[in-house]
T-cell receptor
């Protein structure tokens, strides 16, 4: 069975501060994919990044960066110089390669950015 | 390219009724997955369809069913509605070019309220 833990329920920051969201996962599969999605108040889940279990390179996309560490089963997400538009719920998810379409989501972390 | 569309966006039903939700995937996408999102249980996988066949199913009672048409459009049906079925129902589509780890793109969801 798979499990994704996002221990932080809510994080509040002031604009321009950095914020790091933690994601820890459990799986017995050797091959799997990890994802981050953003859910703004409108409700639609917006895809941010996909990473397979063989690719441990960190990635940076604008103000977003991801740190994948297989040794600690973590896939953390950092928003640099946060903005009010970053306010949303962020979900980490995992899918093993033999489980069609079944994303296992964490509980989500609410990020509140105030001006 | 148009995104995933879901209709209707909002629904109000009473206990015991049944409901059908519709999802049109991104053009060219062949896999459709459905998720239920509630404050208490979070995001939970319902089922996944590819080529009109259900390939995967979550832990939901038989009152929840779905189907996929030859044009990849999908519907899900909930019969004998219960108060606990009130939720945001999200549909996601993926290309299915790389198997289970394909990125899923989500629609805006259907907000179902059961009275």
């Amino acid at each position: 069975a798979q499990k994704v833990t996002q221990a932080q329920t809510e994080i509040s920051v002031v604009e321009k501060e950095d914020v790091t969201l933690d994601c820890v996962y459990e799986t017995r599969d050797t091959t799997y994919y990890l994802f981050w999605y953003k859910q703004p108040p409108s409700g639609e889940l917006v895809f941010l990044i996909r990473r397979n279990s063989f690719d441990e390179q960190n990635e940076i996309s604008g103000r977003y960066s991801w740190n994948f560490q297989k040794s600690t089963s973590s896939f953390n997400f950092t928003i640099t110089a946060s903005q009010v538009v970053d306010s949303a719920v962020y979900f980490c998810a995992l899918v093993p390669t033999d489980s069609w379409g079944k994303l296992q989501f964490g509980a989500g972390t609410q990020v509140v950015v105030t001006p | 390219k148009a995104g995933v569309t879901q209709t209707p966006r909002y629904l109000i039903k009473t206990r015991g009724q049944q409901v059908t939700l519709s999802c049109s995937p991104i053009s060219g996408h062949r896999s459709v997955s459905w998720y239920q999102q509630t404050p208490g249980q979070g995001l939970q996988f319902l089922f996944e369809y590819f080529s009109e066949t259900q390939r995967n199913k979550g832990n939901f009672p038989g009152r929840f069913s779905g189907r996929q048409f030859s044009n990849s459009r999908s519907e899900m049906n909930v019969s004998t509605l219960e108060l606990g079925d009130s939720a945001l129902y999200l549909c996601a589509s993926s290309l299915d070019g790389q198997g289970a780890g394909d990125t899923q793109y989500f629609g805006p969801g259907t907000r179902l309220t059961v009275l």
